[in-house]
């Protein structure tokens, strides 16, 4: 079964910072890696994905996949304490074509005006 | 955008009762997933459907039940109720078919087993 693996598990850094976070997993033929935000008492929502090896932008958040090093990382540029909530890396797992994702445990993430 | 709902929002049972939730999807997605949230363990999958009349297991699948009526509604059951149950529990919608494999998440039901 598939194993998503976060770090830090906290985090906490000042309004204006870019904040960097980590996720390996251990299959490398996965498909696509979600970062997914929860703010306290909401469900998760989607942010980015990515599926080929590389980086992938989109506004103030980067993506960089490393399939060979089964590691993917999420940086977001300029944080803002609207961006403190809980980060959640998810997998595809090889060959499922059931849309199941698999989770992280999540990064606790604040921004401190 | 994507519209998932859920109910109760808030439910206590005591245990060995029976408990239904609910969740509504207005998305048109096949696939319908349920998870528990909990700390120290993240997300983890219960069931999941692929469609209308199926049900799939998925991680955790023991002492919950699903139901899928409908394109729109998915259901969890608990038959008998146990505290180790007590959870936040969310119903996702997604389709597969077009990918992405994106999620849509409802806002959760936080349950209490006493």
């Known amino acids: 079964q598939e194993k998503v693996q976060q770090s830090p598990e906290s985090l906490i850094v000042p309004e204006g910072a870019m904040v960097s976070l980590n996720c390996s997993f251990s299959?490398?033929?996965?498909?696509s890696i979600w970062w997914y935000q929860q703010h306290p008492g909401k469900g998760p929502k989607a942010l980015i994905?990515?599926?080929?090896?590389g980086n992938k932008k989109e506004g103030r958040l980067t993506v960089y996949l490393n399939r060979a090093s089964l590691h993917v990382s999420l940086h977001i540029k300029d944080s803002q304490p609207s961006d403190s909530a809980v980060y959640l890396c998810?997998?595809?797992?090889?060959?499922?074509?059931?849309?199941?994702?698999?989770f992280g445990h999540g990064t606790i993430l604040r921004v401190h005006p | 955008e994507a519209a998932v709902t859920q109910s109760p929002r808030n439910k206590v049972a005591v245990t060995g009762g029976k408990v239904t939730l609910s969740c509504n999807q207005t998305?048109?997605?096949?696939?319908m997933y349920w998870y528990r949230q909990d700390t120290g363990h993240g997300l983890r999958l219960i069931h999941y459907?692929?469609?209308?009349?199926?049900?799939e297991k998925g991680d955790i699948p023991d002492g919950y039940k699903a139901s899928r009526p409908s394109q729109e509604n998915f259901s969890l059951i608990l038959e008998l109720a146990t505290p180790s149950q007590t959870s936040v529990y969310f119903c996702?919608?997604?389709?597969?078919?077009?990918?992405?494999?994106?999620?849509?998440f409802g806002p959760g039901t936080r349950l209490t087993v006493l």
């Open positions: 996702a919608s997604g389709d597969a078919g077009q990918g992405t494999y994106e999620q849509y």
């Open positions: 299959d490398s033929a996965s498909q």
């Open positions: 994905s990515i599926f080929s090896n």
């Open positions: 998810a997998v595809t797992p090889t060959g499922a074509n059931t849309g199941k994702l698999t």
């Open positions: 998305n048109n997605h096949n696939n």
């Open positions: 459907s692929y469609g209308a009349g199926s049900t």
